[in-house]
């Protein structure tokens, strides 16, 4: 599954679906990602075999499909209220957080995920963005790892990035040296402000 939003002009050739009304997006005029006209998705992939690693796997897709789209509402509803989150910026413990996180976040220009295959309770998946952080250009290659409980909801997601790369981007002046220093304080701080 591949879901791509990006800023036109767009050289490919893919097929544009129109933006939710503003009625189902109520978080559009809040800080974070938004819904965009512009959003472009892939053609579907072929429908899942039955069994719960294809269930969780659409339940994946289903997931970064909203996530993409900023769908708040649906993100959320495929969390289980004490799911688990950590990456290398937060360490959350509660769904109410996660949501107050991906809610703060910046508004995505592009957006595009493809879902790897599932493993047991786990659906892996790669996920590349650009947005703006503190006026300066970032594009942040993510790796996600949901796990999924018996009855299909998210109950923990890890997520990493290139540290050196990022931190390079959005905060250039914190020479490479004290990064991780860097890391040890926003984490902790951070991670208190979304409510732990």
């Given at each position: 599954m591949k879901v791509q939003r990006t800023m036109p002009p767009v050289a490919r050739?893919?097929?544009?679906t129109p933006s939710a009304p503003a009625s189902a997006a109520p978080a559009t005029a809040q800080a974070g990602w938004r819904p965009d006209a512009r959003t472009r998705e892939a053609a579907p992939t072929?429908?899942?075999?039955?069994?719960p690693e294809a269930r969780n796997r659409a339940a994946a897709e289903r997931f970064f499909e909203a996530f993409g789209r900023g769908d708040?509402?649906?993100v959320e509803a495929l969390y289980r209220p004490d799911v688990t989150f950590k990456d290398d910026m937060f360490?959350?413990?509660k769904r109410d957080s996660v949501m107050t996180m991906w809610r703060s976040a910046p508004r995505f220009e592009t957006f595009?995920?493809?879902?790897?295959e599932a493993r047991g309770s786990q659906v892996s998946a790669r996920w590349v963005v650009d947005y703006e952080m503190f006026g300066r250009k970032v594009r942040n290659e993510v790796t996600s790892t949901l796990t999924f409980d018996a009855q299909g909801r998210i109950s923990a997601q890890a997520e990493s990035w290139d540290?050196?790369?990022w931190m390079g981007q959005a905060l250039p002046f914190v020479p490479r040296w004290a990064q991780p220093l860097a890391y040890a304080v926003m984490r902790p701080l951070l991670s208190w402000r979304m409510g732990g």
């Amino acid at each position: 599954m591949k879901v791509q939003r990006t800023m036109p002009p767009v050289a490919r050739q893919e097929t544009t679906t129109p933006s939710a009304p503003a009625s189902a997006a109520p978080a559009t005029a809040q800080a974070g990602w938004r819904p965009d006209a512009r959003t472009r998705e892939a053609a579907p992939t072929a429908p899942p075999t039955d069994g719960p690693e294809a269930r969780n796997r659409a339940a994946a897709e289903r997931f970064f499909e909203a996530f993409g789209r900023g769908d708040h509402a649906a993100v959320e509803a495929l969390y289980r209220p004490d799911v688990t989150f950590k990456d290398d910026m937060f360490t959350l413990s509660k769904r109410d957080s996660v949501m107050t996180m991906w809610r703060s976040a910046p508004r995505f220009e592009t957006f595009h995920v493809e879902v790897g295959e599932a493993r047991g309770s786990q659906v892996s998946a790669r996920w590349v963005v650009d947005y703006e952080m503190f006026g300066r250009k970032v594009r942040n290659e993510v790796t996600s790892t949901l796990t999924f409980d018996a009855q299909g909801r998210i109950s923990a997601q890890a997520e990493s990035w290139d540290r050196t790369k990022w931190m390079g981007q959005a905060l250039p002046f914190v020479p490479r040296w004290a990064q991780p220093l860097a890391y040890a304080v926003m984490r902790p701080l951070l991670s208190w402000r979304m409510g732990g």
